[in-house]
């Protein structure tokens, strides 16, 4: 089930909280750690799980932290279908995932990737609305099916990072 609630003000201080605990596990590896995903777009519905990318100077080194991860919590998924990336969820007692952790190599196209989408939605509260307007009516398609979710959004994602890539490298980013 697609669970979509309001933006919520505090997810921006669930995210730094966060980012400060994986800070200290990742240390001189981490170049820097962003708030990604539609809980750091002001206005826009969310799956309430915080979303974090870290960027790291190593993946190597990032595999040698599982452990310390894992003592915050985190199982890790090793790349979960996409290369250069390492993967970890959080989940509270009830199981609930609180936070995803998309771990890439610093500036990889990957990183960019995430930004550009962010930014570009942030920047363009339109498309933001769009974006909102079709999560909610996909999380009523299938009984708030997972998988039809997630693949009713791809066409207009990819549409979009198109254009948010267009947008971010014209800007200097």
Avoid at 49 to 74: F, H, N, R, T
Wanted: proline share 3%.
């Amino acid at each position: 089930m697609v669970d979509l609630t309001k933006h919520a003000p505090e997810w921006a201080e669930q995210f730094e909280d966060e980012a400060l605990r994986i800070s200290r596990v990742l240390g001189d590896n981490l170049t820097s750690i962003h708030h990604i995903g539609s809980t750091a777009v002001p206005g826009l519905i969310a799956k309430p799980i915080i979303d974090l990318m870290a960027e790291v100077a190593s993946l190597e080194a990032c595999d040698e932290a599982q452990p310390a991860m894992q003592l915050l919590g985190y199982e890790a998924m090793g790349a979960y279908g996409i290369p250069g990336r390492r993967y970890f969820r959080k989940f509270n007692a009830d199981r609930r995932r609180t936070h995803h952790l998309h771990v890439f190599l610093n500036g990889s196209d990957h990183a960019i990737r995430h930004l550009a989408f962010r930014d570009y939605l942030i920047a363009h509260p339109e498309t933001a609305g769009e974006y909102g307007s079709l999560k909610r009516k996909l999380s009523k398609i299938d009984g708030g099916d997972w998988d039809s979710y997630v693949s009713g959004k791809d066409r207009f994602v990819q549409r979009t990072e198109q254009l948010a890539l267009d947008w971010y490298a014209g800007r200097g980013a």
